[in-house]
């Protein structure tokens, strides 16, 4: 068989080897175009992304200050701002000409303005002139129309003026009105207290034994005895004095030694004999009287007790009076009462004692507190704790020194101290004759000119120069009133001070102090529990 020429034959290799190269070309270019369009794509994204972040960043950057939008002068918020106060004065002023229609137009524009604002302050933005333009316009146009009534600016002040003196009355009313239900919530004997003092009594009156044991326990050495510690309190409350007898056995190394002389007046002294006869003091002695008995206390021998029977002492204290300017802290009752005045007359009172230690009936004692004893007064007759550092009380704030008699004798910059914790030296005292010197400024101050009321301003001057500084730890002060005293002042203490109106037996004490004196008082006692739920 013939074969075909070359150029006849059938290139059937070379058209599939074509093939291949042409299907690999088309693969190439379709893999260039898609890398072409990815890469354009991650572009176009991650611009995205930067847009945004950009975006972010330029909305956080406008975002609105409201204080200095408001401080602006040239902002939309500060003016709407300036525009509500001036109108709310309109208000008033409208509302007292009886121009209701305008006081409800101003009030309605008052409050939209008002609720534009917080929207802004809501959404960080400021105000817009399209927001904010036709409430401006309309609370303008009622202002001036409000002016047009003649509420001009002399009105306006006026008025204002007006009302802020009546607001000052007011708050300075308020004040005082508070101040006078505070010192009558502190006069007031809670029922419990009350009915403690009334279950003693009748406990008193059943049991003679017990009074014939009182009278033999009136003639104990001890009584007498200086080598014992004596301490001396002078209360018409039950529970007050046997928190102080507790917390100051509950605390001495040698209880035993430990002398209390309590005196009390003529109504509470069944009841406080009752209970320190049938409750144990750690082995203490303990002393009630009666102030009744001490006849030689009497109007020829004190100016104070003279001055207490007067008619018009009784009146000044015990009659209502309107004066908004006087101070019901100087009306209280108590400064009235003998048992409050006792303190001066301690050395007639024992005259065989030569040192004593005066507690007030709203302390709690902390510490040991014989070591007072053996501390060197350096010949003086009063030791204690002085109140003119952080509190700033000088002579000035307790003594009239526009009278002669105070200001040519004695410094008002003077440093106060502090009743209710005190040694007394009572041999100086009575080489000094003080209790003549205290009968002297009562006579000078019978009309009251010299000062106030109360047991300190006389204290001050019968003790001035006669007066030792205690270190302050020994007697820290008001737990009655300040409810911000350090706590570690207070651990420190070796006695704490409930002076003020809010003494821990009342239900107006400080909560935080309260626990202080509870823990002093014997919650278990029959008596107590019986009276508490009265």
Request: charged letters at 20%; one cysteine or more; aromatic letters at 10%.
């Amino acid at each position: 068989m013939r074969r075909r020429a070359a150029e006849f034959r059938r290139p059937a290799r070379r058209r599939i080897s074509n093939w291949i190269v042409g299907l690999l070309g088309l693969f190439l270019i379709v893999g260039l175009v898609l890398f072409v369009l990815h890469h354009q794509h991650q572009e176009g994204f991650e611009q995205l992304i930067q847009d945004k972040d950009d975006l972010t960043k330029e909305v956080q950057h406008t975002e609105v200050n409201l204080t200095e939008e408001i401080t602006s002068p040239t902002s939309f918020a500060r003016q709407m701002s300036e525009q509500i106060t001036l109108a709310k004065a309109y208000v008033i002023i409208a509302k007292e000409h009886n121009n209701l229609r305008l006081a409800w137009e101003l009030s309605t524009q008052i409050r939209n303005s008002q609720l534009l604002l917080s929207k802004a302050a809501m959404r960080g933005t400021p105000i817009t002139l399209l927001e904010a333009e036709s409430l401006v316009k309309r609370l303008s146009s009622l202002i001036y129309k409000a002016q047009d009534s003649h509420y001009d600016v002399a009105t306006t002040l006026m008025t204002l003026k007006t009302h802020i003196q009546a607001l000052e009355e007011r708050a300075s009313a308020a004040t005082v009105q508070s101040v006078a239900f505070g010192q009558l919530a502190a006069e007031e004997i809670p029922k419990s207290l009350h009915c403690l003092d009334t279950k003693l009594t009748v406990y008193w009156l059943s049991k003679p034994e017990l009074q014939k044991l009182a009278e033999e326990q009136q003639n104990s050495p001890r009584l007498v005895d200086n080598n014992l510690y004596h301490f001396c309190i002078f209360s018409d409350n039950v529970l007050a004095a046997s928190a102080v007898v507790n917390s100051t056995v509950s605390n001495a190394e040698h209880p035993k030694q430990l002398v209390f002389h309590v005196v009390t007046d003529e109504v509470n002294y069944r009841a406080m004999q009752a209970w320190f006869l049938l409750n144990d003091f750690l082995g203490s002695t303990i002393e009630v009287q009666n102030v009744k008995e001490f006849t030689w206390l009497n109007a020829s021998y004190s100016p104070l007790v003279k001055q207490l029977e007067e008619a018009k002492t009784e009146t000044h204290y015990f009659t209502y009076s309107s004066d908004l300017n006087s101070e019901p802290r100087f009306r209280n009752p108590k400064y009235i009462s003998l048992l409050n005045h006792l303190r001066f007359y301690i050395p007639e009172i024992y005259p065989a004692l030569e040192k004593v230690v005066f507690l007030d009936d709203d302390v709690i004692v902390q510490k040991d507190l014989t070591p007072l004893f053996s501390l060197d007064l350096h010949g003086n007759v009063n030791g204690a704790v002085e109140t003119c550092l952080e509190a700033f009380h000088r002579y000035y704030k307790y003594l009239n020194f526009s009278n002669p008699s105070i200001g040519e004798k004695f410094d008002p910059q003077a440093c106060g101290w502090a009743f209710g914790m005190n040694v007394f030296d009572l041999m100086v005292w009575k080489k000094a004759n003080l209790t003549a010197l205290y009968h002297y400024w009562q006579v000078q101050n019978a009309d009251g000119m010299l000062w106030k009321s109360g047991t300190l301003p006389p204290g001050l001057l019968v003790f001035h120069g006669f007066t030792e500084p205690l270190d302050r730890r020994w007697h820290v002060l008001g737990l009655g009133y300040d409810p911000s005293i350090d706590e570690r002042l207070i651990e420190s203490a070796a006695v704490v001070h409930y002076n003020g109106n809010m003494k821990p037996w009342l239900k107006l004490a400080i909560g935080k102090y309260k626990p202080l004196w509870d823990r002093f008082v014997n919650q278990t006692h029959p008596y107590i529990q019986d009276c508490a739920l009265q």
